[in-house]
């Protein structure tokens, strides 16, 4: 038997109760390793014996790094050391120590969050008892005890549950992002088998071998087989129990670990951890290459100059140090030039860098308007590496559920007999509340205020709204939870609850359900009715109705669904038709979701006759009875009255919409990827401004028709303009937007082709939304982006089936929300609220790129323009690598008497104020198109730095020619016309001045004289003869007028292209920032009268799966021993759920008649 | 001149929530303060064409003036400048430049006659100059031991950078290393050509020609510096000198490493053609020039070979300003960057009014 099931794919085995079986290692040498992990969560990287080793293998892989510890070495062989080796070592021992110790915080918060989950508690089946454990303890083949709401620990067989029918309730929000609840059935056998008592000891004995598919990461599938006493099981995702959900309205569930740790789905779900780096940083990188390239290439030159040097010169004159052999006297040059060359490879540059994110991660923090008050928490950068990646986010891929809304839906008005009640205008927080006191199951939660509503209700003035009410608290498929008065509401689709409660708070209050009868109080009074049939919605009906006969003997059919669907089914002649149009209309401004709700009072007769063929048809083969059934329903619902629209808020998180348009202002498009469903996504794209009202959505047919066609883009375009969208040709690019499913999406796979065209199509739209995508369909789609564009790609998500998108993604950003998240531990910045992305993207983010590029720039110019000065200096003494510099000031210069300056350049540097960068927020487009860090502008920049080291070295030079002034007294020229070229430059392009940064600015130009004097000094000097040899030249430089001269002048034609360029870019160039100051915005105002005419209403009924939840219902199978106990009790052993309940009709029936 | 906006914000202080019963329960509300609110008051320029163009302008108005006044100092100045290396059969040095050997011990005297055409005023300094002379190669540089010119004789070690000029004879050489190794040992001796027949002496003043850190701190003779011979013993003089350091001048605060034309040497130039001075003649009184204008003729006792790497040596006289010698570059060049200022100043000027007036309204706002 296990030979066959091997055949088919399921190789996975599983022995219940025999941890021996599991724990079997193969093992090689001293490392052993099993075939089934344990469930222990390792996201940390270093332990203490491993950490520096590893640490030093990490910082080694920077090319920059590498670099420098190769030149300290050189510099240790005394023949090539143009530098003593301290200079360089000082600098690298830095960088290193500051960047292993903040790995090493950063690994500690991980391991530390890691064994908070690992000591989770759980109850093991140990040896016929369950003993509390933790979670790192639990092994394949475990037998596990799960508790309400406690959080499974693993992959799990449900074997029994506390439940009937062992049902047990999951919440899947971790993995989907859904938080209704989804059932989970055990399988029959061990249902039946397992009951008996005492549960330990069945559970002890039980020895069922299960056979099933290798780990995977397919969430929604799973194939297995279990074998047990001979006979084999089928075993399918209903069974199982995923790591992560949480155990829901069941006492007790029992389950058979099946996957545990790294084998779960969720945790194969989660991608690797990556190490993410920024655009700019990659750019530089290849920057950083291209100037090492340059300088061995240049010192190759220079090696050569050298050889020849020594062969025509010092080779016929003793007076020099000749060493005879030329070719030998330029090897040692080539490698004295690389050492001399090296400082304008920036090593400071990498520690800077980190310095400046950490900096700007720290305002991040600190920003009082992310800080969420109700949670207590500011906003959090993870990573700290990635702020100016903020600044050019294009893409920006957001959840919906717990990201855009609250998963909260408000009933917010109703429109019954044609009048509308409630005013959607407040906000839900401001709605005056009514008084309910009279109503003792009201528990609040009612955002609408409508008196004159309640008023009609309680005095019987209006039986259609009477009617409305009784509709609202029967059509449903609601269960109830009785602990105390008032009665929890479960419900598979949240706005059923919604319903329900609103109907509750009104006084219409649902008490329970059996199979055959439902228990409403009205207004006090309790009435039973019976349930007759349920018509089950389906996402094609986009409808559900419930037929019931009342106490008083009438038969009634209620109605709910879409406005479309039930608009066409009423009565010819029904009154406020035009009214309800307009309510319609209405409620999809205010971005409601609306219902229809409707009723017809069935003829005896017709029951009878429709009852009948219901019977026959509910017997007949599965294939054909669906479609059957389908067309008996709509015979049902026919001629109906409508009894009025609900309208439900879907409650978005706060500043959402604003938030949305600001983004789509600034250039970013935002996609919306969910797992919820097609329905409900669109309806919140709509809601939240994603999508403007007269939006085409482009669906799959007609995409799958353009990615095949063989111009897609052409295609498009025509298709665009030959459709209605021929009235506003302009807009028509911007106003489609995709909606795509998870099952569509997975046809990308086959044809991998369709990826850049389908990226070419999405360009033009304004927008693409992704439903029911599976949490590694998520990543698939950022990697779609990443790899069809160059653009900067942001994921933002609250839960764990987020997680992979966010690592995916350049940036993922996690919301911490009530609840907390799972996916703010993956990633790289945490807020509170969405509505704080604004602030992040377009004032931080756009800060942060802004003052990165320029120091970046600033940088390599004054490194370059330093370090070059020797090329220019080899031709005039012999290519020897001589230094023009004191070695002391090239240790000082990038560390003392030029950082600091631009250090606060990089902290505090503001083109436009935060106000204006959310007033304006088109000023972020240029952090898109990367304006500041191309390649072109770091070209500009090292030619300006090629130059500046020319004018450097060469008006000294001419000075110096033929005069008596000495090497020693030139060095301090040249430092000096260096500091102070790097000192202008940084005026140049400062343009927030502080009092600090005109302080460091000043400070650094001081340091430059004070520190010369000292390492000029005679103390040090009489210390050591050797290191501080340029003694008293300072004394004498810093007095000497020529000096001065010569270095003033020399500085400012260094700076002279830049200063031409600024003065060019601020007269030419409308600059974005005097855009800003002058140009007074018209908002889109225009289109409004465009938008009433092609608003579209949304109206729809939101079920998490694909069918209602009726079959459960009516076969009473889901129906809770909790109701309360004048409940009779129900047998359940039916399959036939509807026969059954026909049956129960007829005799009801027969004794009325 | 730069229109700007002073953006004072309000600063609220710190904000601490003290939980109830005075535990300080910390809030994680960050602080409201200027520096993490990115608040901080600034000076913020708002640049235009209006302040940017005049600054080119400006600029170029500045330079051209200084230059003209450095150009004009260093025409004032007067300088002789004469090539004795005697390359040229004609040259009077012909034949010494070609019988050249370091330790030859008859030494070669040569005297070239030239004429000053106007009488030097004040001080005049004598320099000699050197021309394709890499007294700034690395490895040259470096051959020197800066403790033992210090005056440590100590261990008798010289430093290993003196290599391979550290020792000779098994003895250390003092000074050791390459640069005194190759000092410059011509005289010079400058006499003026009376109209009358007579040659006249010129006095030359041999000390105030090194610095004075250089004289009293950075050199120094070993002990008191009282018996040099004594202090040297031990110590063997480099290969290319004739006599030994303790030997270089009668006056004892002249001898040994702090001889200054020792000390001059050591002093490296900057690029391979310079000048070094030699001999300073100083002025006698206010009534009579310094020099005056006539026949010289120069007494050249010719030791140094320059021929082996084609050098040129030559003899300047000179008198100084405030910015030293001759030097005409540093004027020239200032004219020529405030030209350029004022040039770009004119092009941007013309771009600025040709495109640029459609920005005008943006450059007025805020």
């Not at chain 1, 297995?224 to 949480?246: A, D, K, N, P, Q």
């Not at chain 1, 509308?420 to 955002?447: K, Q, T």
């Not at chain 1, 608009?567 to 219902?595: G, I, N």
Request: glycine share 6%; aromatic share 10%; hydrophobic share 40%.
């Amino acid at each position: 038997m296990a030979k066959e099931s091997f055949e088919s794919g399921l190789s996975w085995e599983v022995r219940a109760n025999s941890r021996h079986f599991h724990n079997q290692k193969k093992s090689l040498l001293c490392f052993g390793w099993g075939r089934y992990a344990d469930n222990v969560l390792r996201s940390y990287k270093y332990s203490p014996l491993t950490f520096l080793p590893l640490t030093l293998f990490e910082q080694f892989q920077r090319a920059a790094n590498l670099y420098f510890l190769l030149m300290v070495v050189m510099q240790c062989v005394p023949v090539i050391a143009s530098v003593p080796w301290y200079i360089s070592m000082i600098p690298l021992l830095l960088v290193l120590t500051v960047r292993g110790s903040k790995d090493l915080i950063n690994d500690m918060a991980r391991r530390r969050s890691d064994s908070q989950i690992n000591t989770r508690p759980c109850d093991i089946l140990i040896s016929q008892s369950f003993q509390s454990a933790q979670w790192k303890d639990l092994c394949v083949g475990d037998v596990l005890r799960i508790h309400r709401d406690q959080v499974i620990p693993a992959d799990l067989l449900l074997l029994y549950s506390s439940e009937p029918h062992s049902l047990c309730y999951v919440e899947t929000a971790d993995i989907d992002g859904e938080t209704n609840l989804k059932y989970r059935q055990a399988a029959g056998a061990t249902h039946s088998e397992l009951t008996a008592h005492p549960v330990e000891e069945t559970l002890a004995a039980f020895d069922g071998v299960v056979l099933c598919e290798e780990p995977n990461n397919r969430l929604y599938t799973f194939r297995g087989e279990l074998h047990w006493r001979g006979e084999c099981h089928l075993l399918e995702s209903e069974h199982i129990l995923l790591r992560g959900t949480v155990l829901r309205n069941t006492e007790v569930a029992y389950g058979l670990t099946i996957y545990t740790g790294t084998d779960t789905k969720i945790l194969k779900n989660s991608g690797k951890l990556r190490v993410k780096t920024t655009q700019t940083e990659k750019v530089f990188n290849f920057v950083v290459i291209g100037i090492v390239v340059t300088l061995l290439l240049a010192a190759l030159l220079l090696a050569i100059g050298s050889g020849v040097f020594s062969s025509r010169v010092t080779g016929h004159s003793n007076v020099l140090v000749a060493n005879g052999n030329p070719v030998y006297t330029g090897f040692l040059a080539y490698w004295s030039y690389i050492i001399l060359l090296s400082p304008a490879m920036p090593i400071a540059l990498y520690i800077s860098f980190e310095l400046i994110h950490t900096v700007h991660s720290y305002f991040i923090g600190w920003d009082i308007e992310m800080y969420w008050q109700q949670a207590d928490r500011p906003a959090q950068a993870r990573n700290t590496s990635l702020n100016e990646e903020l600044g050019q986010v294009e893409y920006l891929l957001s959840d919906k559920t717990g990201t855009l809304t609250q998963n909260r839906l408000l009933f917010r008005q109703c429109f019954v007999a044609g009048q509308i009640y409630g005013d959607a205008s407040v906000r839900a927080e401001d709605v005056e509340p009514m008084d309910l006191s009279w109503n003792p199951y009201s528990c609040g939660g009612l955002y609408m205020s409508a008196p004159s509503l309640v008023e009609k209700l309680r005095f019987e003035q209006c039986p259609l709204s009477r009617q409305f009410l009784t509709a609202l608290s029967l059509c449903h498929t609601v269960m109830t939870e009785w602990k105390e008065v008032p009665p929890v509401y479960q419900s598979a689709s949240p706005d059923e609850e919604t319903l329900v409660g609103a109907a509750r708070e009104l006084g219409w209050v649902f008490l329970s359900r059996t199979r055959d009868f439902v228990k409403v109080s009205e207004l006090g009074v309790t009435r039973q009715y019976q349930l007759l049939a349920l018509l089950d919605f389906t996402s094609k009906r986009r409808c559900m109705s419930v037929l019931v006969r009342e106490p008083e003997g009438g038969l009634k059919l209620y109605c709910k669904g879409a406005d479309i669907v039930i608009l066409e089914r009423l009565q010819k002649d029904s009154p406020y038709q035009e009214w309800t149009e307009r309510a319609l209309e209405l409620f999809s401004q205010a971005c409601l979701r609306t219902l229809c709700v409707a009723v017809r009072s069935v003829p005896e007769a017709l029951w009878m006759q429709w009852s009948k063929t219901l019977a026959r048809s509910a017997a007949m083969a599965t294939c054909d009875r669906d479609a059957v059934l389908e067309k008996l329903y709509d015979e049902m619902e026919q001629e109906m009255q409508l009894l009025g629209v609900t309208a439900i808020e879907d409650r978005l998180q706060e500043g959402v919409p604003e938030t949305i348009a600001l983004l789509r202002q600034a250039g970013l498009k935002v996609w919306v990827l969910t797992g919820d469903k097609k329905e409900t996504a669109v309806n919140i794209a709509y809601s939240c401004k994603l999508l403007d009202p007269d939006t085409r959505l482009l669906e799959w047919q007609e995409l799958r028709q353009i990615l095949q066609a063989p111009d897609p883009g052409a295609n498009f375009f025509k298709s665009r303009q030959m459709e209605l969208w021929a009235v506003d040709t302009n807009t028509a690019g911007a106003k489609t937007a995709v909606v795509l499913t998870g099952p569509e999406l997975a046809e990308f796979d086959q044809r991998p082709e369709w990826g850049s065209t389908f990226m070419s199509v999405a360009e033009q739209c304004q927008s693409v939304l992704c439903c029911r995508v599976t949490p590694g369909q998520k990543a698939d789609i950022v990697t779609l982006v990443r790899k069809h564009t160059s653009s900067v790609t942001m994921a933002i998500g609250d839960g764990a089936n987020d997680v992979n998108m966010i690592k995916t993604a350049h940036v993922g950003v996690g919301l911490a929300g009530v609840e907390g998240g799972q996916a703010v531990q993956s990633a790289d910045f945490a807020l509170s609220q969405f509505r704080f992305l604004q602030r992040l993207l377009l004032i931080h983010g756009r800060w942060s790129y802004k003052r990165i590029s320029i120091f970046l720039r600033y940088f390599l110019f004054k490194t370059c323009s330093f370090a070059l000065v020797h090329i220019w200096f080899g031709f005039f003494n012999g290519f020897s690598a001589q230094t023009l510099y004191e070695i002391w000031f090239i240790a000082m210069y990038t560390v003392l008497y030029t950082a600091s300056p631009i250090m606060c350049l990089a902290f505090f540097e503001q083109d436009v104020t935060a106000e204006i960068s959310l007033k304006w927020p088109e000023v972020y487009k240029s952090g898109q198109r990367q304006e500041l860090s191309s390649p072109l502008v770091i070209c500009l920049t090292l030619l300006h730095a090629v130059y500046s080291s020319f004018v450097l070295f060469f008006i000294p030079l001419g000075v110096f020619h033929n005069t008596a002034f000495d090497y020693q007294t030139m060095s301090v020229t040249v430092s000096m016309a260096a500091t102070f070229t790097a000192t202008i430059e940084i005026m140049l392009v400062t343009r927030y001045w502080t009092k600090i940064s005109v302080a460091s600015l000043g400070v650094s130009v001081v340091l430059y004289f004070i520190v010369s004097r000292i390492t000029q000094s005679r103390f040090l000097f009489e210390r050591s003869p050797k290191d501080y040899f340029f003694i008293g030249t300072s004394d004498k430089a810093f007095i000497d007028p020529v000096v001065w001269l010569t270095a003033l002048l020399t500085a400012w034609t260094a700076v002279l292209p830049s200063f031409t360029a600024h003065a060019l870019s601020v007269i030419q160039t409308a600059h974005d920032k005097h855009k800003v100051h002058s140009v007074s915005l018209q908002p889109t105002q225009l289109k409004t009268n465009f938008r009433r005419a092609t608003s579209l209403r949304r109206s729809s009924y939101a079920l998490s799966q694909g069918a209602g939840p009726g079959r459960l219902i009516s076969s009473g199978t889901c129906i809770r021993s909790t109701a309360p106990p004048v409940d009779e009790k129900m047998t359940c052993s039916n399959n036939l759920p509807l026969s059954q309940g026909q049956t129960h009709t007829k005799d009801y029936n027969s004794t009325s008649m | 001149m730069m229109a700007s906006s002073y953006s004072a914000k309000d600063e609220d202080g710190h904000i601490t929530v003290t939980g109830p019963g005075g535990a300080a329960l910390r809030s994680k509300k960050p602080e409201n303060t200027a520096f993490k609110q990115q608040r901080l008051p600034a000076w913020q320029p708002i640049l235009t064409a209006g302040t940017v163009l005049p600054a080119f302008f400006i600029i170029g108005l500045i330079f051209i003036p200084i230059g003209i006044g450095l150009f004009v100092t260093s025409n004032n100045i007067r300088e002789f400048e004469i090539d004795y290396t005697g390359v040229d059969e004609s040259s009077p040095c012909f034949n010494c430049s070609q019988n050249f050997s370091w330790n030859s011990t008859r030494p070669c005297t040569c005297s070239i006659p030239f004429s000053l055409e106007h009488s030097y005023e004040n001080n005049v300094f004598m320099y000699y100059g050197l021309s394709n002379f890499y007294q700034n190669h690395r490895r040259y540089v470096k051959s020197r031991d800066d403790s033992q010119l210090n005056g440590h004789l100590g261990s008798l070690k010289p430093s290993k950078e003196c290599e391979p000029y550290a020792k000779h004879d098994n003895k250390p050489i003092a000074p050791c290393g390459a640069i005194a190794n190759s000092m410059f040992n011509d005289t010079l001796e400058l006499f003026y050509n009376d109209p009358n027949g007579t040659k006249v002496l010129i006095p030359l003043r041999a000390t105030g020609i090194a610095w004075w850190t250089d004289k009293h701190v950075k050199f120094g003779n070993p002990g008191d510096g009282l018996n040099l011979t004594a202090e040297f013993q031990g110590t063997t003089k480099p290969v290319n000198w004739r006599k030994p350091v303790y030997e270089l001048d009668s006056d004892p605060l002249n001898n040994g490493f702090i001889n200054e034309d020792f000390i001059v040497w050591m002093r490296t130039a900057a690029l391979p053609t310079f000048r070094k001075l030699y001999r300073i003649i100083s002025r006698r009184d206010n009534m009579v020039p310094t020099l005056l204008r006539g026949n010289y003729t120069l007494e050249v006792v010719y030791n140094y070979p320059v021929r082996s790497f084609e050098g040129r040596k030559r003899m300047i006289l000179s008198t100084i300003s405030w910015m030293g010698g001759k030097n005409p570059f540093l004027g020239i060049a200032y004219i020529t960057v405030g030209s350029v200022c004022f040039f770009l100043g004119v092009v941007l000027l013309i771009i600025h009014h040709k495109y640029g007036n459609r920005n005008n309204s943006a450059d007025i706002s805020n």
